[in-house]
């Protein structure tokens, strides 16, 4: 971008792409228009052989009529004698059938005389025989050439048929004159225009236009037509050639135009937008540096150019001289009787004073010339361009007029100063720009010591001012250390005069501040105890900053404390060097009151700027160094997504990592309850010190209601409007008086809200980040960061299984419940899977339960979301370890039953998953296959690899996988085709919607089940809640049921006696509910419809059904 520096250039770059999308626009309309015409052309020709076509047929069916009339019904002498009258009726009917035809002929063996004819006319034929041509298809088939006919009053061509006896002479001729516009005519609604030519002699035979049927002299002709291809008439000696308007080109080029005109149009516009857009940030951009490069090289009092741009332009100014082979002249200013102006009128008049001096000085000095203010009274001036010895004192004379003149000031005073100078020559006294400033400094102090008694106000560097020069060598302010002992020294000696005015300089430098309206706002979120506290740190650090012991080192590290500071209150790198200035501008004024040598105040200036550099230098480095992490964690959060399974596992994560950024001290993500109050589901840093802070200050919970005083922090707003929200400081916006005092008391000063949806727009949750500063969240790179923030939690949600909106779990219920699961509240409840077949059971489900300290029972529906990846796998080992323990005592006691127990997709995809498996049947002595592992049919697997790597494991230890939840998703059949399931189980979703819509629903549980037993699995449906579900499951053919109708979820203990209890009567004759017979009645329908099914069919129970021990239908409904 260093090349593009100039507007035009700039301008040429960014308008490249809107010229390349013109053109592109233009070139594609082009194309478009050669579409158009190809379209066209393509139309004309389809149009043209249509027409051809048409004519033909009109042709080859008047030629068959001729010769089935000439043949079959006109006797062989028909030369000689009129037909019959039968005949002419049917010849009669025939032209009355046919307008197109004027008359039917027969006509002499030689063709030039009518015999007879259905229409009384002279007996000389239209045309002679010989000007008619034989067809080269048939050559009986005659056609003469178009002409007009007086008798038809129309232009007609005549077509005979010729009959001939068996030695091929001819016995006589039928025919008629065929009218041309009827022959011609034709129905079209586009602009065509044919024009018939006959080949024989390439006259026209005629031209049909608009519907109407002419002649070139006859019809109107467009000024210009466009010509399609010569098209052949088959079979006759025409052609066709098709014209057309080229309007009517340019009319299909516009008809589909207007969406691909809009899109290029607005293609066009958006891209000269956006180039506008990036042409005025590319000039704001500039502007901010031109703004910074000012301030950097710019006195802020004076607008003269300061210290730094001296030593950049005097260098320049000794090389431009050494090629023009000129002189140059530097002199050192200091003005005298200036500290009495501040000591009477103030230090406002002393600056209006210096700025109206520095107005008077530009006014006089060449364009050449060069004007700079050091500090206080204290300027350089560099002469350039002398080339005769009058110049210079021009040049002084002018200076000394300008500013002999009285100055006003503020309040209508008047004050008069005087001024001295030092000067030195290039190359005569030297040609190093540091040695002439040092040669100006001491002829200057030179000439304030002879203030009273020197014959001009400037003085020249030379042998009486050289041993001055030495004595104050150490001295030079482009030399003197601002750590060194001579720094300190002079510094020392100023710490008394320093302290009486350091208040007011705080004072002041505020009152300069507040003029700025970025650093009032900042101000002002501020409380007046803490701007109080504010003034009072700035005190501290002007002390620092003036100490004779400080060193470089110790000042960068308070600098980029105070930097730090900076950025999170939300103060940009441009404000704190415009800041800057003003400080330099207030203690150079401090510096110049100090009673001293001139050389002495001078020499502090130095010092102090030079510290100042320093200080601002390291702040606005360690600015720049807090703002940093912020997008760098963002990154870095979005390449470790892949790490997480579960929401909760990922929110906990990013709460705990997101606080250790700058500045921030808690984080929280909130969630309404039913009733409109948040609950905050994870916590990290100091918001549970913040929490019990808001208790002990009665403060409640916040509210989604937008009329209650705790429905106005940043959460609830950001919830009912989807935006973020922030609470600059808890101080200044009146809306957080209720929270203010539990907020301060733990360290928190502001507050940001992020609204956090998910991949369907709907809300989820909102984060909450608390900070250590006011205004800490108010910058747009702050904002930016937010909105990052939450694209990076909806992308994961987008993609996470735990995304679907579920009750908010209070934080310290989710705290408690991992706490009962890794502390021996974790109990496994059983419940039957019985076979529908022998009505017995075979297996039992493990169900998990948390029991509470209070006996309270918490099921899965509850706690499941609760846990992260790492509880789901303590989860499942610690299931599976009592499940297979009360199985081993089963097999001893009695029954011995089978042990199902779900399997998460997370526990699957673990490593040790196998292992853990393995080592709990190991432990057990438990027959693999007598375990059922049952995975979700909605689970979802990022690596299909991983996943199918680590069934093959599981199918390697001769467990059972178990598909649950069939029908609830869409990856079944899938599912079922790659991963070696031993059963399914129907989703007792489903089951339950059986009494609302009987026919589809028993349709399609049976078509589930038909589906597993045809892949050889066993099919077991669960949600069987009524005894009329359980018969229906039966007939349907179902292997195993499951459900309350059955029995319910019972503690391991009471299995046994269940068992023993148990019975299930089924009756195989008929159906007796009205389920059952909704699925009898399908079955049959399937049994028709796909007879190889009917053995299947037959082994169905087909019964009644009678559960003992089992609720009854009842107490279920």
Known sequence: MSRLNTPS?????????????????????????????????????????????????????????????????????????????????????????????????????????????????????????????????????????????????????????????????????????????????????????????????????????????????????????????????????????????????????????????????????LLTLAAWWMRRLLRQQQADRSRLRTAAYSDPLTGLPNRLALQERLPLALAQAKRNGTQLAVGYMDLDDFKPVNDTWGHAAGDALLQSLAQRLRSCMRGTDLVARLGGDEFVLVFEGLTRPDDLMAALQRIHTAVEQPFALPGGHRAQVGLSLGLTLYPDDDSDADLLLRHADAALYVSKLHKADRPHWWRLWGQDTQDSEETRLECNPLHIDPYGPTAGGLLESAQEHFAAVAGRFVERFYAAVAQEPESTEILSRLSPAEFIHLKAHQAKHLRSLLSADLTEDDQRQRAAQVGRIHALVGMRSAVVVKSFGRYLQLLSQIAGSLPARAADRQDLVHILIGRLQVELEAQVESIQQTHDPFPQWIFRLEQRLPEWAHWVDFARDMLDEVIKLPGLCAAVFYKPDAQGHFVYEFNSGRFGDYMRSLERHGVPSLELNRHSPYGQSPHPRAWRSERIETNPSYSSDPRMAPWKEAAHAVGIRSSVAIPIKDGRDHMVGVIGLYGLYPGQFESAAMHAFFDSLAQVCRRFLQRSQSSRLRPPLPAQERSHWRERLFGGGLEMFMQPVVNLHTGKPFKVEALARLRLEDGQLITPGQFLSAFGSSELAHLFVLGLDQALSQASRWDVQGPSLDISINLPPEVLLDADCPRWIDDALQKHGMAPERLHLEILESAEFDDDKRRDAAVQMLTDLGVRLVMDDLGSGYSSLLRLRTLPFHAVKIDQGLVREAHKDPRRIIGFIGALVRLGKGLGLMVAVEGLETPDLIEAAAVLGADGGQGYALAKPMPASDLPDWVRHFRLSLDHSNPQTLLGTVAADWLREQTVLLPQSRSEAGAVVTAPVNCQNAPTPDSIQ
Do not use: C
């Not at 039917?104 to 008619?132: E, H, K, Y």
């Not at 009218?179 to 006259?203: K, N």
């Not at 002299?217 to 025409?238: E, H, N, Q, R």
């Open 9 to 269: 250039r700039i301008t040429a770059f960014l308008a490249l792409p809107v010229v390349i999308m013109l053109l592109w626009a233009i070139w594609n309309e082009f194309w478009q228009f050669q579409i158009a015409k190809h379209d066209v052309q393509a139309r004309a020709q389809s149009a043209g052989l249509q027409y051809a076509n048409r004519i033909a047929s009109r042709l080859d069916g008047q030629f068959s009529a001729l010769q089935f009339l000439g043949t079959a019904l006109l006797p062989p002498d028909s030369a000689s004698s009129p037909p019959s009258a039968k005949t002419i009726a049917i010849l009669r009917l025939y032209l009355a059938l046919h307008p197109s035809l004027y008359a039917f002929n027969i006509q002499s063996p030689d063709g030039n005389r009518i015999v007879w004819s259905t229409r009384r006319q002279s007996a000389r034929p239209i045309n002679p025989g010989r000007v008619l041509t034989p067809l080269s298809r048939n050559s009986q088939f005659l056609l003469g050439q178009d002409q007009y006919a007086q008798r038809v009053q129309s232009r007609v061509i005549p077509i005979r048929y010729r009959v001939a006896d068996r030695l091929g002479r001819t016995r006589f001729f039928v025919g008629t004159p065929y009218r041309v516009d009827r022959l011609l005519g034709h129905v079209d609604s586009a602009s065509w225009r044919f024009q018939v030519i006959d080949t024989r002699d390439r006259s026209v035979v005629g031209i049909w236009q608009g519907g109407q049927v002419g002649w070139a002299a006859t019809l109107s002709k467009p000024a210009a037509t466009a010509f399609g291809p010569d098209i052949a008439v088959p079979g006759y000696p025409f052609m066709i050639q098709v014209r057309w308007p080229p309007a009517l080109v340019v009319q299909a080029w516009i008809k589909g135009a207007w969406p691909r005109w809009l899109l290029e149009v607005l293609a066009v516009a």
